[in-house]
């Protein structure tokens, strides 16, 4: 498969087929679909952890294969599934990870992005807290922090809603969207449909590694694809922007 | 923070290095010296010792803290490796080759012991850089490393060897000279350099291995400084002093809740304090009164380090660690 971030172009491994993609800056894209269809596999090699053998990635016209591991860490900020917090450090110490990349947590620069991120996700109050002692809302926050502080030009998370509440599942994804407003590009996997429908500007759905529909959410995920996809009969309710899904 | 830890710990070893040279047996008055032979005793026999100490108890407390960065688990120890056992077998080999021939049989058996074994633990875990199958090869290296001790003491040539071998095991610093500080010191240096140069990739390494990617952390990397780093640290250490076990689990864990608990800024102090507790540790077994010689260091150390090892375990039960 071939995917193209913004000018990313991502081909990508077995498990995904024959899949071309382009990917734009400045949109909250999602990447939706059943269970084992291939969606994390895509943003892995979206984010260049997997080698896309057969394929091709390409970040700024260049082959992900050839961009220097530094440079596509600085580019690229990407958020695992269930993201992991080894150490009981600090919020702050947990969002200067994010400058592994540069190096330069301790430079004016690296410090003035740490202290953006963590002002851009409202953690001044919760700095000096230790991990351990935040609720799954703040968690998730101070984790985005961390992506943020990298200043990339890429946003890629893995399920970022899994575990979260509706509030802070909303609030977030306002987040995300105030990222793609400022010019970051977005990439989501997302298991909710009408989170998806609701808060993204394209929707990439994938079946089984193929692409199945890909476009403006009203597109991709009208009724006809989500029961090919997924094999339940569904229709959309309410207006745009609050749409909530009927399953029939 | 930091800054004042490392500046504390150091003045302590200040305090301590000059106290412990006046301790033992024969006990220094430093302002008249009225012992006979003050100077040789204070020069070849307490320097040396001390100097052992601090380069032993350096390497362990850094290798320490790399390992639990690196597996991100409070509980690893350089032990996990099988780098200890692995030089511990090449010593106990040396035995057997009659390492009465030469001074250097026995530390050079040790370093080829713990050569292999970074070289077995590269061979198997090294083509992916994963952490799990990494401890999986460390555990099977140590337990089969172990095994060919005992089976090398069980067939020893004579009884007389046998317990030369268990006696050296055990750990000590007792009678040791400049020859094992110019053997332990630039080894140990390397490897202390190279794994304070992992501290980066360690701390990515917080968030997992899939982020630790995404932040530019090369695990095959990181794993060859591990090893190397480890290896050169902990394969000094037992060539020259035997099996020490515990310090590189308990120093990391006394001195993270005093750091911010990165895995890099638990490395130099870890490294000092380490220093500051073999150092003091080998004095207080040398001023000990014991009938029959001195309470062997190894075992005074696997005597607090058991307990310790217990109590944190309760405490992670507690959820506290």
Same mark, same amino acid.
């Given at each position: 498969?071939?995917?193209?971030?913004?000018?990313?172009?991502?081909?990508?491994?077995?498990?995904?087929?024959?899949?071309?993609?382009?990917?734009?800056?400045?949109?909250?894209?999602?990447?939706?679909?059943?269970?084992?269809?291939?969606?994390?596999?895509?943003?892995?090699?979206?984010?260049?952890?997997?080698?896309?053998?057969?394929?091709?990635?390409?970040?700024?016209?260049?082959? =992900?294969?050839?961009?220097?591991?530094?440079?596509?860490?600085?580019?690229?900020?990407?958020?695992?599934?269930?993201?992991?917090?080894?150490?009981?450090?600090?919020?702050?110490?947990?969002?200067?990870?994010?400058?592994?990349?540069?190096?330069?947590?301790?430079?004016?620069?690296?410090?003035?992005?740490?202290?953006?991120?963590?002002?851009? =996700?409202?953690?001044?109050?919760?700095?000096?807290?230790?991990?351990?002692?935040?609720?799954?809302?703040?968690?998730?926050?101070?984790?985005?922090?961390?992506?943020?502080?990298?200043?990339?030009?890429?946003?890629?998370?893995?399920?970022?809603?899994?575990?979260?509440?509706?509030?802070?599942?909303?609030?977030? =994804?306002?987040?995300?969207?105030?990222?793609?407003?400022?010019?970051?590009?977005?990439?989501?996997?997302?298991?909710?449909?009408?989170?998806?429908?609701?808060?993204?500007?394209?929707?990439?759905?994938?079946?089984?590694?193929?692409?199945?529909?890909?476009?403006?959410?009203?597109?991709?995920?009208?009724?006809?694809?989500?029961?090919?996809?997924?094999?339940?009969?569904?229709?959309?309710?309410?207006?745009?922007?609050?749409?909530?899904?009927?399953?029939? | 923070?930091?800054?004042?830890?490392?500046?504390?710990?150091?003045?302590?070893?200040?305090?301590?290095?000059?106290?412990?040279?006046?301790?033992?047996?024969?006990?220094?008055?430093?302002?008249?010296?009225? @012992?006979?032979?003050? &100077?040789?005793?204070?020069?070849?026999?307490?320097?040396?010792?001390?100097?052992?100490?601090?380069?032993?108890?350096?390497?362990?407390?850094?290798?320490?803290?790399?390992?639990?960065?690196?597996?991100?688990?409070?509980? &690893?120890?350089?032990?996990?490796?099988?780098?200890?056992?692995?030089?511990?077998?090449?010593?106990?080999?040396?035995?057997?080759?009659?390492?009465?021939?030469?001074?250097?049989?026995?530390?050079?058996?040790?370093?080829?012991?713990?050569?292999?074994?970074?070289?077995?633990?590269?061979?198997?875990?090294?083509?992916?850089?994963?952490?799990?199958?990494? @401890?999986?090869?460390?555990?099977?290296?140590?337990?089969?490393?172990?095994?060919?001790?005992?089976?090398?003491?069980?067939?020893?040539?004579?009884?007389?060897?046998?317990?030369?071998?268990?006696?050296?095991?055990?750990?000590?610093?007792?009678?040791?000279?400049?020859?094992?500080?110019?053997?332990?010191?630039?080894?140990?240096?390397?490897?202390?350099?190279?794994?304070?140069?992992?501290?980066?990739?360690?701390?990515?390494?917080?968030?997992?291995?899939?982020?630790?990617?995404?932040?530019?952390?090369?695990?095959?990397?990181?794993?060859?400084?591990?090893?190397?780093?480890?290896?050169?640290?902990?394969?000094?250490?037992?060539?020259?002093?035997?099996?020490?076990?515990?310090?590189?689990?308990?120093?990391?864990?006394?001195?993270?809740?005093? @750091?911010?608990?990165?895995?890099?800024?638990?490395?130099?102090?870890?490294?000092?304090?380490?220093?500051?507790?073999?150092?003091? &540790?080998?004095?207080?077994?040398?001023?000990?009164?014991?009938?029959?010689?001195?309470?062997?260091?190894?075992?005074?150390?696997?005597?607090?380090?058991?307990?310790?090892?217990?109590?944190?375990?309760?405490?992670?039960?507690?959820?506290?660690?």
């Amino acid at each position: 498969m071939t995917a193209t971030l913004g000018c990313v172009t991502l081909s990508l491994a077995d498990r995904l087929t024959d899949l071309t993609l382009s990917l734009h800056e400045g949109e909250v894209t999602a990447i939706c679909g059943p269970n084992g269809a291939g969606k994390s596999t895509l943003l892995s090699c979206l984010g260049g952890l997997v080698a896309a053998d057969g394929g091709l990635v390409t970040l700024g016209g260049r082959l =992900m294969r050839n961009v220097p591991v530094q440079e596509r860490a600085r580019s690229i900020g990407y958020l695992p599934q269930s993201p992991e917090i080894a150490w009981d450090v600090s919020v702050e110490v947990l969002v200067s990870l994010g400058r592994l990349p540069w190096g330069d947590a301790g430079a004016k620069i690296g410090r003035d992005a740490i202290e953006e991120a963590i002002a851009a =996700m409202d953690l001044g109050a919760l700095r000096n807290r230790r991990v351990s002692r935040l609720s799954g809302g703040e968690r998730a926050r101070a984790l985005m922090a961390r992506v943020l502080a990298t200043c990339p030009a890429w946003l890629l998370a893995d399920e970022p809603l899994a575990n979260l509440d509706l509030r802070h599942a909303i609030a977030l =994804m306002r987040r995300f969207r105030e990222q793609a407003g400022k010019g970051r590009g977005v990439v989501l996997v997302l298991h909710d449909l009408a989170t998806a429908m609701n808060f993204a500007d394209r929707v990439i759905v994938l079946d089984r590694g193929r692409l199945a529909a890909d476009g403006e959410p009203a597109h991709a995920l009208r009724s006809e694809v989500i029961e090919q996809v997924w094999g339940c009969k569904a229709g959309w309710l309410g207006e745009r922007g609050m749409r909530a899904l009927s399953l029939g | 923070m930091n800054r004042r830890l490392i500046l504390i710990l150091v003045a302590a070893l200040v305090v301590a290095v000059p106290l412990s040279l006046l301790a033992g047996r024969v006990w220094i008055d430093p302002i008249a010296p009225t @012992t006979r032979n003050a &100077a040789l005793i204070l020069f070849e026999l307490r320097l040396p010792r001390a100097a052992l100490a601090l380069v032993i108890g350096a390497g362990l407390g850094v290798s320490g803290a790399a390992m639990q960065g690196y597996l991100r688990n409070p509980l &690893a120890d350089p032990g996990l490796f099988g780098i200890a056992p692995g030089a511990a077998l090449g010593a106990v080999l040396s035995f057997w080759a009659g390492y009465a021939a030469s001074v250097w049989l026995l530390p050079v058996f040790a370093l080829v012991g713990a050569g292999g074994a970074m070289a077995l633990l590269a061979l198997i875990a090294g083509r992916e850089g994963g952490v799990a199958l990494f @401890t999986m090869a460390g555990l099977m290296i140590a337990s089969l490393a172990g095994a060919l001790t005992s089976l090398a003491i069980s067939l020893s040539p004579t009884p007389f060897a046998m317990s030369e071998i268990v006696t050296w095991l055990m750990g000590a610093l007792a009678d040791r000279s400049w020859r094992e500080v110019g053997i332990a010191a630039p080894l140990t240096l390397i490897g202390v350099g190279v794994l304070l140069s992992a501290g980066r990739g360690l701390d990515a390494l917080t968030l997992g291995e899939v982020a630790a990617r995404s932040l530019g952390l090369e695990p095959r990397r990181l794993q060859a400084r591990m090893i190397v780093g480890v290896g050169l640290a902990v394969g000094a250490a037992v060539a020259v002093a035997g099996v020490i076990g515990f310090v590189g689990l308990m120093v990391p864990h006394l001195v993270r809740p005093l @750091t911010d608990r990165r895995p890099s800024s638990l490395m130099v102090p870890s490294a000092l304090a380490g220093a500051l507790l073999l150092l003091v &540790a080998d004095c207080l077994c040398r001023v000990l009164p014991l009938s029959g010689g001195e309470l062997r260091l190894g075992i005074a150390l696997s005597l607090l380090g058991a307990p310790f090892f217990l109590k944190l375990l309760l405490d992670m039960r507690r959820g506290l660690a």
